[in-house]
């Protein structure tokens, strides 16, 4: 059974960080790009970031490049996004999610696996 599971979300203030981890379990986690996404309150949910499973490139949207990091952790089947520089924008649902052999695509419909996500406030 597939498993991918958020932690690190919180109440936070504008102007710092957080960082959010996605432990993956009953996949072969190196197969898979892992890629972020967020749902804010009353909004479809957003493509933030991705990262692949070939050579570990990256991609963010630009509301939160060079604010926001994703690295993998291959041997721990771990994802992060460390999160900086926080806005009240940001504040939204997270979600992980898990993409076999996948190009990075800001498609949710493309992806196999999700987590349940975690939440992010950030107030001004």
């Known amino acids: 059974q597939v498993q991918l599971v958020e932690s690190g979300g919180g109440l936070v203030q504008t102007g710092t960080s957080l960082t959010l981890s996605c432990v993956a379990s009953?996949?072969?986690?190196?197969?898979?790009?892992m890629s972020w996404f967020r749902q804010a309150p009353g909004k479809d949910r957003e493509f933030v970031t991705t990262?692949?499973?070939?050579?570990?490139?990256?991609y963010y949207i630009p509301d939160v490049k060079g604010r926001f990091t994703i690295s993998r952790d291959d041997n721990k089947n771990t994802v992060y996004l460390q999160m900086d520089n926080l806005k009240p924008e940001d504040t939204a649902a997270y979600y992980c999610?898990?993409?076999?052999w996948g190009l990075g695509t800001n498609k949710a419909h493309e992806y196999d696996y999700w987590g349940q996500g975690t939440q992010v406030t950030v107030s001004s």
């Open positions: 999610a898990a993409d076999q």
């Open positions: 009953g996949l072969a986690f190196r197969k898979y790009t």
């Open positions: 990262i692949s499973w070939s050579d570990g490139s990256t």
